[in-house]
C-alpha cells in the first residue's frame, strides 16, 4: 500500500516520524503521468532503502510555456494507483504555495532572493531553447530535497542536462547522493516519456528513428570516428530520413567539460543529445557514446 497525502506540511510530518526511527529514505521527484521509466527508479528506491518516497508535483516555475503547463496530465490518483505496484511506501503532491510559502510575489513568482542557481550545466541547448526552465527545476529540486530530506534520490538520464544540473545543485548543498538511472525505452528503442502517450501509432514508429540515429552515432563513434562535426553528422544523416521531424538540435558534449557552444574538433568522451519535434510533441533523447550502454 502505498500513503498518499494532498499537503505538503502532512508528507514532511510523516517523514520527520519516518527519519527519527532512523530509516534509509530513497526519493524520486516527478510531475505525475507516471509510466514504466519513472517506476524503474522506484522500485531501485525501494530496493536500496527502507522507504521510497515520490513527489508528484507540476511545478509550474520550470515552464516555460503557459499552455504547455495548463495541458500537463495531472492524475495523482492513478499515479499512486501504480506507485503502490512499485514498492512506493508515500507520495505527495502539494500546492506552489505550500512548498514556497514565504517566497512567492504577487504573479507567483519567486523573489529574486529564493533563486537557487542551476549551474554550468544548464546553459544552452534545453536551457536556451527553454529560458528559466532549469531555473525553475533547481528551486524545486532544493526545496524538494528540503521537504524530504531522502539519503538518495534518483533521476533518469534521459533528461540529461536536467541529471547534471541535479549533480551539480546536490554538490553544492551538501546532498543528497544522486543516482542518474538509464533511459528506459521501449522495444523500438524509443525512450519512454509522458509525451509518448499524445503521439499516434504511426509517430511512435517515426519516433524510433531517434535512437536509430543515436546508434549510428554509436556505430561511428565505435569505429573510431572522434571529430565532433563528423559524429553529429552521422546522427543527422538518419534524422533527415524522416521528413515529419523539425528538428530543435542536435549537438555533441564532452560530458566531462559542459559547454554551451558545439565542440570542434576530437572528442575524448562524447555524449550525444537530440530535440525535435514529431506533430506537435517535443521529444528528448541522448546516448553517452563513450561508455557501454
Ligand atoms: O523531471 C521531472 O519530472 C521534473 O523536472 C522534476 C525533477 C520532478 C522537477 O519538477
Redesign the pocket.
Known sequence: MTLAFESVAEARAWLYEQRACGLRIGFV???GALHEG?LDLVRRAARENDLAIV?V???PL?FNDPKDYAAYPRTFAEDVRLLATAGCAMAFTGTLAQFFPHELDAAGKLNAAHQVPPGAAALGLEGAMRPGHFE??AA??DR?FETVLPDTAY??AK?YQ?AQV?LGLARRRGGPRVVVCPTVREASGLALSSRNARLSVEDRQRAAQIYQALRAGQAAWDAGVRDADALRSSVLLVLQRTPEFRIEYVAVRDPSRWTAEEPHGAMQQAVCLVALWLSGVRLIDNLRWDAPA
Open positions: 521527484p516527478t510531475m519513472h513527489s508535483f507540476v511545478n520550470q525553475g527545476v524545486i529540486v524538494l533521476f533518469g533528461d536536467q541535479v
